[in-house]
């Protein structure tokens, strides 16, 4: 759907009228006793009232008819989508996917909810603190149907096929390079035009942020300006049976209503789904020597309550140079006090350059070992330094957490796509350790 417009900005305070009912948005106030157009006021609350300026969000719609106009809730089944986490005994091995399997619409018709399954996380969405991640891979639209996750805040990573997300606050078109983040309670419906998968990062009771810069100063990374917000849109249609998909503590519940949600003719607030290109990241790196740790590649960060720690960290591996003189240049040998989950969007991951496919996915857990393959390790060790693209057509990405994430049912057994062998691409390291190393004068 090309020609979509959209707002720019992180976390402003955006407003947009629908352009068909010019003045929908009242004007001084919030609540006016009759709004104009004759619509309804509602507030979508995504901070406590209480929370101080930086982080207090909300946003006014103004729908021709509130949310609260809906039959009751009733359990629906979830599939593989689950806050359990203790499905399964915990593994603490080097774990890699193959391409997760995208369902052939000849065989079975799965929409974007259906096509939810959940690979690991941690924590607990009724204490608000943790996270999921998910994969989601489906052929078929969402057809009078919409979901909202109660539990957090989804940034959603497509790999294969763009995805065209209506929202309450407007439509974006969502293509593989790009992500969307569609915030807590915020009502969606996706439409998808083929074979369609990617990856979601779900956090519990944090929004994400960009991070701070530090010494790097007022720019770089992922500009604010670069983030896009869409623009009002509504429709005012009668449905015999409208379902809004429920995800609250973790389950799915289902309710029925008699017109779409996408009702909202005007909004403003701080408070929005936004989405991001990969390709707008203003990647720094090393220009002397040694290699940098993976923070300096974070897009969004979901921040704990301890300084310097996050629930969750999206982080990019883009296209680059790479310039580091008398350096072991792929990522380091590790083991890591944080989870990392890692997908490849396309192209090929620089420490891993066999094995880990597209539409795939590896986890390292807290304090797994991991590293560059044999081949990378013996590939690099030896290669003449001079400046070189570094994952050329390539984005690679991980999801970091500080929680240890439990693996589910469907991701060890159910899925299938665990890849046993993965281990063996580290057997071949053989010892270079030489008792009669002398250095050399260089
Ligand atoms: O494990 C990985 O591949 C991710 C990673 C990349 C990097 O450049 C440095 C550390 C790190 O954990
Ligand atoms: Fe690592």
């Given at each position: 759907m090309a020609g979509l417009k959209y707002l720019t900005g992180f976390g402003s305070e955006f407003a947009s009228e629908d352009p068909r009912c010019p003045g929908a948005l009242p004007e001084g106030q919030n609540n006016p006793q009759v709004c104009p157009y004759g619509l309804y006021a509602e507030q979508l609350s995504g901070s406590a009232f209480t929370c101080p300026r930086p982080t207090n969000k909300r946003s006014w719609l103004y729908r021709i008819l509130p949310s609260v106009r809906h039959k009751p809730f009733t359990p629906m089944k979830c599939e593989d989508l689950t806050e359990s986490w203790n499905e399964?005994?915990?593994?603490?091995?080097?774990?890699?996917?193959?391409?997760?399997?995208?369902?052939?619409?000849?065989?079975?018709?799965?929409?974007?909810?259906?096509?939810?399954?959940?690979?690991?996380?941690?924590?607990?969405?009724?204490?608000?603190?943790?996270?999921?991640?998910?994969?989601?891979?489906?052929?078929?639209?969402?057809?009078?149907?919409?979901?909202?996750?109660?539990?957090?805040?989804?940034?959603?990573?497509?790999?294969?096929?763009?995805?065209?997300?209506?929202?309450?606050?407007?439509?974006?078109?969502?293509?593989?390079?790009?992500?969307?983040?569609?915030?807590?309670?915020?009502?969606?419906?996706?439409?998808?035009?083929?074979?369609?998968?990617?990856?979601?990062?779900?956090?519990?009771?944090?929004?994400?942020?960009?991070?701070?810069?530090?010494?790097?100063?007022?720019?770089?990374?992922?500009?604010?300006r670069d983030f896009l917000v869409p623009v009002a849109w509504y429709e005012d249609r009668q449905v015999n049976g409208y379902t809004i998909v429920n995800k609250y503590q973790g389950k799915l519940f289902s309710c029925q209503q008699d017109f779409s949600p996408f009702n909202v003719v005007a909004w403003h607030g701080n408070y929005t789904p936004y989405k991001y290109n990969l390709e707008s990241f203003m990647v720094i790196n090393c220009v002397a020597f040694d290699h940098a740790d993976p923070s300096i590649f974070t897009v969004l960060t979901a921040k704990s309550t301890r300084p310097?720690?996050?629930?969750?960290?999206?982080?990019?591996?883009?296209?680059?140079?790479?310039?580091?003189?008398?350096?072991?240049?792929?990522?380091?040998?590790?083991?890591?006090?944080?989870?990392?989950?890692?997908?490849?969007?396309?192209?090929?991951?620089?420490?891993?350059?066999?094995?880990?496919?597209?539409?795939?996915?590896?986890?390292?857990?807290?304090?797994?070992p991991h590293g560059p393959d044999a081949e990378c390790f013996e590939k690099n060790s030896t290669a003449v330094l001079k400046p070189e693209r570094v994952a050329e057509g390539t984005m690679a990405f991980m999801f970091e957490s500080s929680f240890s994430m439990a693996v589910t049912k469907w991701g060890l057994e159910t899925c299938q796509r665990l890849d046993k062998s993965y281990y063996k691409c580290w057997e071949p390291l053989k010892s270079h350790f030489n008792p009669n190393w002398k250095p050399t004068n260089k």
């Open positions: 399964v005994e915990p593994d603490p091995n080097q774990l890699r996917w193959l391409p997760f399997t995208i369902p052939k619409a000849s065989e079975k018709k799965v929409d974007f909810v259906a096509g939810l399954h959940t690979v690991c996380g941690a924590g607990d969405s009724k204490s608000r603190n943790g996270i999921a991640i998910h994969v989601y891979a489906c052929n078929t639209s969402m057809i009078d149907s919409c979901f909202q996750n109660s539990d957090g805040d989804f940034l959603i990573v497509p790999q294969q096929g763009e995805i065209l997300i209506t929202t309450e606050f407007g439509k974006m078109m969502v293509e593989p390079n790009e992500i969307c983040v569609i915030q807590q309670g915020m009502r969606f419906t996706v439409d998808v035009f083929g074979e369609t998968r990617g990856y979601i990062l779900e956090v519990y009771g944090a929004h994400f942020e960009l991070p701070d810069l530090g010494p790097i100063g007022a720019n770089g990374l992922a500009n604010p310097g720690v996050a629930i969750a960290d999206f982080v990019i591996f883009p296209p680059r140079w790479g310039v580091a003189d008398r350096t072991f240049r792929p990522p380091y040998y590790h083991r890591n006090c944080m989870s990392e989950f890692m997908g490849l969007i396309k192209g090929h991951y620089e420490a891993k350059e066999e094995g880990f496919q597209p539409g795939g996915g590896s986890l390292h857990s807290m304090m797994t």
